[in-house]
């Protein structure tokens, strides 16, 4: 969050609600002090005038100030559309099928010409065929956080930013977990995608290359891989359209730059590398964005050596993971950071995707909105960070491309106590 100084804050949250500019209206050496605090607590009109004005500060954090430190990845990537839709429960999309053209009328049935007594027939009817596709909403979002006075008045009369040191930790644990929960759905639909039984990827979608050292790659089994990209990316830019690297079959007429090439962590510097001294001056012309990942999403996890015992998250009574359940909706077993947890990759034969600009969407109906409720009995304030009726979805008539090792290689687990 941009730093603010109290006063700058006082001053922002009395624009939003009026009630304070009682207090925006004195010194502000004055107004946070100890009595200042007091003031606060008895200002008149208010239930609650410290929670009320922290919920407003929360507000004006939300529309008005900078307050992410986390790398928001998935922009940087390229890859995930995001969609504002604020009406509407579905993204409907329209696609017309090839219309082919057809032999001139004027050249008659034979190609020579009209005749004494042809009749070309400018009635015939001919439809376009039009496929609809509808995708849904299927993600909702909640956090919260529970803050009492006492909590709140260390921040009130300290000296310079303390306001906003307190609206900024929540913020930055709310962004935090907000990425990387998108994060997470990205690569949950991503291993979808690439073992999508409803739209299965073509044979043409799927590229096997002839070797693959999986400790260390040869920088033979490297170069392979950049020509087979080399390869892929003049398909895309020497046709008009491509209906061979999307499982819908549909002509796609995106190019090189619309894509993006996702490999495995530790692959990307071999490239590069490889790149300025064999290719040369092309490296600098490269067509398309290399990305690294830690995987392609979809991990399983297992208990010991074997496959005999998978595990299943489990739930705290308000919905957060806190432990590793042996059946779907069984008691806790485990811990998350038991160190037995073996985590087993179900898309360790692939190296790399190539995937298309909003092949991965999402739909966002609402943004985050902020609401609180106070606890009188309690004496402590509730605020609720909630998303509302949003999307993550699989456009499969934009490319996806799946380059992985030779068939036969195994799929190795590591041990891990991260979910």
Same mark, same amino acid.
């Given at each position: 969050?941009?730093?603010?100084?109290?006063?700058? *804050?006082?001053?922002?949250?009395?624009?939003?609600?009026?009630?304070?500019?009682?207090?925006?209206? $004195?010194?502000?050496?004055?107004?946070?002090?100890?009595?200042? *605090?007091?003031?606060?607590?008895?200002?008149?009109?208010?239930?609650?005038?410290?929670?009320?004005?922290?919920?407003?500060?929360?507000?004006?954090?939300?529309?008005?100030?900078?307050? +992410?430190?986390? $790398?928001?990845?998935?922009?940087? #990537?390229? =890859?995930?559309?995001?969609?504002?839709?604020?009406?509407?429960?579905?993204?409907?999309?329209?696609?017309?099928?090839?219309?082919?053209?057809?032999?001139?009328?004027?050249?008659?049935?034979?190609?020579?010409?009209? $005749?004494?007594?042809?009749?070309?027939?400018?009635?015939?009817?001919?439809?376009?065929? #039009?496929?609809?596709?509808?995708?849904?909403?299927?993600?909702?979002?909640?956090?919260?956080?529970?803050?009492?006075?006492?909590?709140?008045?260390?921040?009130?009369?300290?000296?310079?930013?303390?306001?906003?040191?307190?609206?900024?930790?929540?913020?930055?644990?709310?962004?935090?977990?907000?990425?990387?929960?998108?994060?997470?759905?990205?690569?949950?639909?991503?291993?979808?995608?690439?073992?999508?039984?409803?739209?299965?990827?073509?044979?043409?979608?799927? #590229?096997?290359?002839?070797?693959?050292?999986?400790? +260390?790659?040869?920088?033979?089994?490297?170069?392979?891989? #950049?020509?087979?990209? %080399?390869?892929?990316?003049?398909?895309?830019?020497?046709?008009?359209?491509?209906?061979?690297?999307?499982?819908?079959?549909?002509?796609?007429?995106?190019?090189?730059?619309?894509?993006?090439?996702?490999?495995?962590?530790?692959?990307?510097? %071999?490239?590069?590398?490889?790149? +300025?001294?064999?290719?040369? @001056?092309?490296?600098?012309?490269? @067509?398309?964005?290399?990305?690294?990942?830690?995987? *392609?999403?979809?991990?399983?996890?297992?208990?010991?050596?074997?496959?005999?015992?998978?595990?299943?998250?489990?739930?705290?009574?308000?919905?957060?993971?806190?432990?590793?359940?042996?059946?779907?909706?069984?008691?806790?077993?485990?811990?998350?950071?038991?160190?037995?947890?073996?985590?087993?990759?179900?898309?360790?034969?692939?190296?790399?995707?190539?995937?298309? %600009?909003?092949? =991965?969407?999402?739909?966002?109906?609402?943004?985050?909105?902020?609401?609180?409720? *106070?606890?009188?009995?309690?004496?402590?304030?509730?605020?609720?960070?909630?998303?509302?009726?949003?999307?993550?979805?699989?456009?499969?008539? $934009?490319?996806?491309?799946? =380059?992985? %090792? @030779?068939?036969?290689?195994?799929?190795?687990?590591?041990?891990?106590?991260?979910?």
């Amino acid at each position: 969050m941009s730093k603010l100084t109290n006063a700058q *804050f006082l001053t922002a949250v009395s624009k939003a609600a009026p009630e304070f500019k009682e207090l925006a209206s $004195k010194n502000a050496r004055d107004v946070f002090t100890e009595a200042g *605090f007091q003031s606060l607590q008895n200002l008149p009109g208010t239930e609650d005038a410290v929670t009320r004005f922290y919920n407003v500060a929360l507000l004006v954090g939300l529309q008005t100030v900078e307050h +992410a430190r986390f $790398k928001d990845v998935l922009a940087s #990537i390229g =890859i995930l559309e995001r969609l504002r839709m604020s009406m509407g429960a579905y993204k409907q999309e329209n696609r017309v099928r090839r219309i082919k053209n057809v032999n001139p009328a004027w050249l008659g049935s034979d190609g020579t010409g009209l $005749k004494n007594g042809d009749s070309v027939d400018p009635y015939k009817v001919r439809k376009p065929e #039009i496929d609809q596709n509808y995708y849904g909403l299927n993600w909702n979002y909640q956090n919260f956080i529970s803050l009492q006075d006492f909590d709140l008045k260390l921040g009130w009369i300290t000296p310079d930013n303390g306001i906003q040191s307190i609206v900024s930790a929540v913020y930055e644990m709310i962004d935090l977990d907000r990425l990387e929960t998108e994060f997470s759905k990205f690569f949950t639909v991503l291993s979808g995608a690439i073992n999508s039984t409803a739209h299965p990827l073509l044979d043409t979608q799927q #590229i096997t290359l002839a070797s693959w050292t999986e400790a +260390a790659p040869t920088d033979a089994e490297i170069k392979s891989l #950049i020509e087979v990209l %080399k390869n892929i990316v003049e398909v895309f830019d020497s046709q008009p359209s491509v209906d061979i690297y999307n499982a819908g079959a549909y002509p796609n007429g995106a190019d090189a730059s619309d894509m993006v090439m996702l490999v495995r962590n530790g692959i990307k510097s %071999k490239i590069d590398t490889l790149m +300025a001294y064999v290719f040369g @001056p092309d490296y600098l012309q490269f @067509p398309i964005k290399v990305k690294s990942v830690p995987n *392609f999403g979809g991990m399983l996890y297992y208990f010991g050596d074997t496959d005999d015992y998978p595990l299943f998250p489990h739930y705290d009574d308000l919905g957060a993971v806190d432990g590793w359940a042996l059946s779907e909706g069984g008691a806790k077993e485990k811990e998350l950071d038991d160190p037995a947890i073996r985590q087993v990759d179900p898309n360790a034969d692939v190296i790399a995707v190539i995937a298309q %600009k909003g092949v =991965i969407f999402e739909l966002i109906q609402n943004e985050m909105k902020v609401r609180t409720i *106070f606890n009188p009995r309690g004496e402590y304030q509730n605020t609720f960070f909630n998303e509302m009726n949003n999307g993550i979805n699989y456009n499969h008539y $934009k490319n996806l491309i799946t =380059i992985s %090792k @030779p068939a036969g290689g195994t799929k190795t687990g590591k041990t891990s106590g991260k979910n």
